[in-house]
Antibody, heavy 121, light 107 residues
Framework: QVQLVQSGAEVKKPGASVRVSCKAS????????MHWVRQAPGQGLEWMGW????????NYAQSFQGRVTLTRDISVSTVYMELARMMSDDTAVYYC??????????????WGQGTRVTVSS | DIQMTQSPSTLSASVGDRVTITCRAS??????LAWYQHKPGKAPKLLIS???TLESGVPSRFSGSVSGTEFTLAISSLQPDDFATYYC?????????FGQGTKLEIK
């Protein structure tokens, strides 16, 4: 079955960077976009960007331009999300989510378990 | 990026009620709008794509419509399983945007 397994919780100081990994299994890794979405406490879903694992092409939300970088390692079927210069309002649960087969800009029901990132001095 | 304004943020209703949720796009997105149902601890579930196309297995009490840049999700007769948070999502360009979400609560 399709599984997306994310790395563990992180605590970072303001100004630091975080790198979260998402390891995929159960499907052809290069066949689907991988999106990153975050949810701050008590808030809604916020899309951050996507990566096409086949080509490495990326697209980022304007609000994260210059701060977020998505990369992939095909050899281990893993996508990475790095967020730089974090502030307290970056405290959130970060999710990877596989693109939908009918349209890669839609979300499938395959999401990672979430990685809690806390930014605190 | 295209902005999506979703309303209301909270909606209280009873089983059997008909409810509607609205999303307005900041510019034309044609019909590139999807609706998701999200329950705590679960992945969001795609209900409707292309503004009004019901996904396989989604009950027919859910429907979507569009008028210009205003999109509506309607649930015709609320069932207990429908109480959740609903999000719209535009996908008209290489970027996507979610609405702020609507929490549908039991009155």
């Amino acid at each position: 079955q399709v599984q997306l397994v994310q790395s563990g919780a992180e605590v970072k100081k303001p100004g630091a960077s975080v790198r979260v990994s998402c390891k995929a299994s159960g499907y052809t890794f290069t066949g689907s976009y991988m999106h990153w979405v975050r949810q701050a406490p008590g808030q809604g879903l916020e899309w951050m960007g996507w990566i096409n694992p086949a080509s490495g092409a990326t697209n980022y939300a304007q609000s994260f331009q210059g701060r977020v970088t998505l990369t992939r390692d095909i050899s281990v079927s893993t996508v990475y999300m790095e967020l730089a210069r974090m502030m307290s309002d970056d405290t959130a649960v970060y999710y990877c989510a596989r693109g939908n087969r009918q349209d890669q800009l839609l979300f499938s029901d395959s999401w990672g378990q979430g990685t809690r990132v806390t930014v605190s001095s | 990026d295209i902005q999506m304004t979703q309303s209301p943020s909270t909606l209280s209703a009873s089983v059997g009620d008909r409810v509607t949720i609205t999303c307005r796009a900041s510019q034309s997105i044609s019909r590139w709008l999807a609706w998701y149902q999200h329950k705590p601890g679960k992945a969001p579930k795609l209900l409707i794509s292309a503004a009004s196309t019901l996904e396989s297995g989604v009950p027919s009490r859910f429907s979507g419509s569009v008028s210009g840049t205003e999109f509506t999700l309607a649930i015709s007769s609320l069932q207990p399983d429908d109480f959740a948070t609903y999000y719209c999502q535009q996908y008209s360009s290489y970027s996507v945007t979610f609405g702020q979400g609507t929490k549908l609560e039991i009155k």
